[in-house]
């Protein structure tokens, strides 16, 4: 289970698939939604399993969540602001079939 | 400042990619050296990951953290007294052979050309690939540290499972912070302190970092935390979120519930931006990853770019700040400027420094689980490519990494290899039974990381100060 030691400042509140989660100042919203105990962020590409937060430091691509409607967005590597609509990944996109 | 015209570049002396150490060091040497210096940087805040947080730090997160993280903060200080542009959030997604940079900042684009480029993009994390490693709720131990220096959140009842001074580190600060882990499962296989005692003489000139070592260990120990060693066949189990780990200890086999696993296996240079610039890369045996082939001021095979830090190889913190000062000399110096320290003084200090490290490689250079997984083993973590079906690829014909991605997208998805990389080489070079440096890496090309087309369109002019 997280726990944060320490409170630095005024919480700051964003949602994760409309659930409100209250981060720190300066928190990134991988490290917001770890300390809320959200673990799961997308569904792989390839075997639609779940994924998470692995690296935080913009190396894995793991964290990619949709972040005020903009796909593919490292969690670990943006800022939580107040009001930020956060959603996770799930799967690969829909390829849109050709009519015949 | 000159006056910028719209779609025109900006003009630099030197650009410096990273903030840790060595970019901070190396752009505060070069800006008072009388260069114009950029210093650009993906993060929030200056310190890259070592230092990471290192101007907000509190007085309760300090004591934790320890004296050898607040020692950044001067270097940090020293930077912001500079005249220094540094560009935070900054993500260079690459750089053309006329020396320019693309820069992708808040949604926008912008370029710089640059007289000279300092790498200084340090270090990631060496790859653990074992069975379950992608379930959500394993992390690297790196990120659990990142977790604590940056958001003060720390992960009760976690496992460790690795080896290396940064897990210890990491272990020791978990109990400093009141929440323990819960066991740590050492990798470190049995006989190595043995292949390490030859450079015990060495390591002795650099007794502080075995000092501290065992002193980690010490407290680790006193605070009763379960530490099971030379642990093999390690997996994790768990449907959707990690729930244990199952190892081998001792000829027995043990499972520790946690659902929160972190991994670690040392760190390594993070070859990106030298792979894109084509520069030349040796396998270094010692530390067990390739490194840019460098002269002794830090200059690679490609005009105008010098690396300095842990990209350079392996050296810690204090080295590579060492690093940053000599390489920006050694381009102050070439730019007809009067170099303000002394360059042998600086080198003494490097060597005295590093004198520890061939005894940690010989110590904690990685278990042969993580240099050949079992074949069921995803490597391959964005595409989901199994250590099997890259021996496959191999013996149907695919002679080094890149044609081996060609065969099954390893290395294709986001992360563009960043994670597989030097695992997928080494199943490659195992299976052939050829070296590291004739199976080679993968080829890496723009963008560094991908950017949406809108940034691209949206093109912004950098405001750099001049000298």
Redesign the interface.
């Known amino acids: ?8 400042g005024e919480p700051v509140q964003f949602t994760f698939d409309g659930q409100t989660v209250m981060a ?1 100042p ?3 919203v991988a ?2 939604l ?2 809320a105990g959200i ?3 997308r569904s ?4 639609g ?14 964290c ?1 969540v949709e972040v005020d409607g ?1 796909p ?1 967005r490292q969690a670990c ?1 943006i ?1 939580v602001t107040e009001g930020l609509t956060v959603c996770s990944q799930q799967g690969a996109p829909d390829v849109l079939e050709a009519s015949a | 400042m000159t006056q910028l015209s719209p779609m025109q570049p900006t003009k630099v002396d030197v650009a410096v990619i990273g903030a840790g150490p060595a970019g901070m060091a190396a752009a505060v040497t070069a800006s008072k050296a009388g260069l114009s210096v950029a210093l650009l940087d ?1 993060g ?1 805040s200056l310190g890259g ?1 070592i230092y990471r ?1 290192i101007e ?1 730090g ?1 007085p ?2 300090d004591g ?1 953290l320890g004296p050898d993280y607040v020692a950044g903060r001067s270097l940090a200080e020293s930077l912001r007294a500079s005249d220094v542009t540094y560009l935070p959030r900054t993500s260079v997604w690459n750089i053309s052979t006329d020396n320019m940079l693309d820069l992708s900042r808040d949604g926008s684009s912008s370029q710089l050309i640059a007289d000279k480029i300092i790498v200084a993009t340090g270090a ?2 060496r790859p653990s690939p074992m069975p379950g490693w ?7 131990v ?2 659990l540290q ?3 220096k ?8 976690a496992v460790l499972v690795g080896s290396g001074p940064l897990m210890w580190l990491v272990a020791a600060q978990m109990i400093s ?3 323990p882990p819960k066991a740590i499962v050492e990798t470190t296989p049995k006989g190595r302190m043995a292949q390490a005692m030859p450079h015990i003489l060495k390591a002795l000139k650099g007794h502080r970092y075995l000092t501290k070592g065992l002193s980690m260990m010490r407290q680790v120990r006193g605070a009763g935390v379960p530490i099971y060693n030379a642990a093999t066949d390690i997996r994790i189990n768990g449907h ?2 990690a729930e244990s780990v199952t190892f081998v200890s001792k000829g027995k086999e043990h499972t520790i519930r946690s ?1 929160h696993i972190a991994l670690h296996q040392g760190v390594v240079p ?1 070859q990106q931006v030298t792979r894109l610039l084509r520069c030349d890369h040796k396998w270094d045996a010692s530390q067990h990853c390739f490194r840019p082939v460098l002269d002794g001021q830090g200059k690679t095979s490609v005009p105008d770019v010098y690396v300095a830090g842990d990209g350079a190889g392996i050296g810690g913190a204090k080295s590579a700040a060492l690093m940053g000062r000599l390489v920006a000399l050694a381009i102050a110096q070439e730019k007809g400027k009067a170099a303000p320290e002394r360059v042998y003084r600086l080198q003494a200090a490097l060597a005295s420094d590093g004198a520890v490290r061939p005894f940690l490689e010989a110590m904690y250079a990685p278990a042969p689980q993580f240099v050949k997984p079992a074949k069921e083993t995803i490597v391959c ?4 490519v199994t250590a099997g079906a890259i021996e496959d690829a191999v013996d149907l014909g695919a002679p080094g990494p890149n044609q081996v991605k060609s065969f099954l997208r390893s290395g294709m ?3 563009q290899g ?2 597989c990389g030097l695992v997928v080489s080494s199943i490659i070079a195992e299976r052939r039974k050829a070296s590291m440096d004739e199976t080679g890496y993968y080829r890496i090309r723009p963008p560094l ?2 950017i ?1 087309l809108s940034e691209l369109a949206n093109f912004q002019p950098l405001e750099v100060a001049q000298k």
């Open positions: 289970m997280a726990k944060r030691i320490e409170n630095t720190q300066g928190d990134t490290a917001a770890t300390a673990d799961i962020l792989s590409v390839v075997s399993s779940p994924r998470g937060v692995f690296c935080m430091m913009g190396t894995c691509f793991d990619l903009v593919n590597q800022p | 993906e929030q990951q947080n907000h509190t309760f997160r934790i990631v994390e992608t379930l959500a709720g394993v992390t690297t790196g990120a990142i977790l604590l940056a958001s003060g959140v720390v992960q009760e009842d912070a009141g929440t959707e979120i659902s993070n973590r964005c595409e989901e998805g986001p992360c960043r994670v990381k991908p949406p």
